[in-house]
């Protein structure tokens, strides 16, 4: 699938593989000392007795000293004098350029493996190719992407594996599921994609690893670990709009809304399916009355409070110009969050919610008038356009917010049905209208009424 590409970013890269021991054969950069010894580690073989093909397999990691994240391949080197010998060719991007990357598999394409006996290649920057949309999965890739959605995001506290699938392209099905996460969530997510053995250690702990299909021991050497093949359980309610995003990445805006709401979210894989279940329900808004409210619960009861802004922001605009209903809670939710949601917004969703908060409660109406923000503009909206009979209910409900609502609205009192609702105060209505004596003759005239 081809796609348009933006400007080239620049990575770095290095190789590694055997000389009298597996060790750095060249690179363009050098890192920390601690980084460099994880490079090392990481780009040896992924346990003893790994079956490794002629394509090699992925490993990605971050390495958070130098701000990069490495992503690698690793080749078999059956020419070396010593068995078990690999080449593995890293390309070091920043954490800031992996943010911008809508397909990830623009890395897979730089990785080459070495030609005897010059490593010449691997001493430069690299440029990385940027395109504008992520490849789609299909077919059988999609079906098992799918199962490791599940397993990753619906078990987000545990390690996954799962045997590689020879129908599919592992590579790319786990590159894709890597590339629709938000930024935060890329650049610490790790993974390889043919391990003989759990390559975590205390923490650095390996989101996913996968292993070759005969290899039937495997799976004892990961405690406790999630079979993404064999997860037991209904499937998330979530897991539909994800896996319709790897097929057609951001059609439906969930790549974009994840892009933005992850950027405050610090708590891992744990968000992933709250964050899909959100914006599930803010595309049902239109057509759907518990749509908004769902959100807003989903939002209470996973999103810790002082996160999520986006998708608080997103919930509230949306809210507020197409709910169809507005209960005490949907009230509260977006007067919390109305700061969030810019102006225009609040002056175009102002007068439904503030029908809203009328009917319930007119006297916190009148009281938004008093605000010094975005509420106010709700209220001074809202009490404009309130016609005289929703007035009058109001009024019957809470008389003593007569001098105030006539401070908005000062031919109110020229309403017959004004003075007759029971409790109304006659002076401090005309201290309101003070010396105006054109307004006070109809008013008197409404009283005699």
Not at 4 to 9: H, K, N, W, Y
Not at 77 to 82: K, L, Q, S, T
Not at 285 to 297: K, L, P
Not at 404 to 432: K, M, N, S, Y
Request: with cysteine; hydrophobic share 45%; aromatic share 6%.
């Amino acid at each position: 699938m081809a796609h348009a590409v933006r400007e080239r970013l620049a990575a770095h890269q290095t190789l590694h593989g055997y000389a009298e021991g597996h060790r750095l054969l060249a690179g363009s950069v050098s890192l920390s000392v601690k980084d460099m010894r994880t490079l090392l580690t990481m780009s040896d073989i992924s346990g003893p007795g790994a079956r490794i093909d002629q394509s090699g397999y992925l490993t990605g990691y971050p390495l958070a000293e130098s701000g990069v994240y490495a992503l690698a391949r690793t080749w078999a080197a059956p020419e070396m004098p010593r068995p078990g010998c690999v080449w593995t060719h890293t390309v070091l991007i920043d954490f800031a350029d992996l943010a911008t990357l809508a397909s990830l598999a623009e890395l897979d394409v730089l990785f080459r493996r070495p030609e005897l006996p010059s490593y010449g290649n691997y001493t430069k920057p690299l440029g990385v190719g940027n395109a504008q949309v992520a490849r789609a999965l299909t077919g059988d890739d999609l079906k098992w992407s799918r199962k490791l959605l599940s397993a990753l995001y619906g078990k987000p506290a545990e390690r996954v594996i799962a045997a590689r699938p020879e129908e599919v392209d592992v590579d790319t099905a786990v590159l894709a599921v890597w590339g629709q996460q938000w930024p935060r969530l890329r650049r610490g997510f790790r993974f390889c994609t043919l391990v003989a053995a759990d390559r975590s250690s205390e923490g650095n702990v390996f989101d996913l690893q996968l292993f070759h299909p005969t290899d039937r021991g495997s799976k004892t050497r990961f405690l406790k670990a999630v079979d993404a093949n064999i997860v037991t359980g209904p499937e998330p309610s979530w897991i539909e709009e994800a896996t319709s995003d790897l097929a057609n990445p951001d059609v439906f805006g969930l790549r974009s809304f994840l892009h933005a709401a992850g950027s405050d979210i610090d708590f891992g894989r744990v968000a992933f399916g709250s964050l899909c279940r959100v914006h599930q329900c803010l595309r049902e808004i239109t057509a759907s009355s518990n749509a908004f409210r769902t959100s807003i619960d989903v939002i209470a009861a996973e999103l810790p409070p002082n996160q999520a802004r986006s998708a608080r922001m997103a919930v509230t605009k949306l809210g507020m110009l197409h709910a169809d209903d507005f209960d005490s809670v949907a009230v509260d939710f977006i007067l919390r969050h109305l700061g969030l949601v810019d102006m225009d917004t609040v002056r175009s969703g102002a007068v439904r919610l503030g029908r809203a908060i009328w009917k319930e409660d007119p006297a916190r109406l009148v009281a938004l008038t008093e605000k010094d923000d975005s509420s106010q503009v709700v209220a001074e909206i809202t009490l404009a356009a309130l016609s005289g009979p929703e007035i009058m209910e109001g009024l019957e409900r809470a008389p003593a917010l007569a001098a105030l609502l006539v401070q908005c609205r000062q031919e109110i009192p020229c309403e017959t049905g004004f003075w007759a609702i029971h409790g109304i105060d006659i002076e401090e209505v005309f201290a309101v209208l003070g010396n105006d004596n054109d307004k006070a003759g109809q008013v008197i005239g409404a009283i005699m009424a």
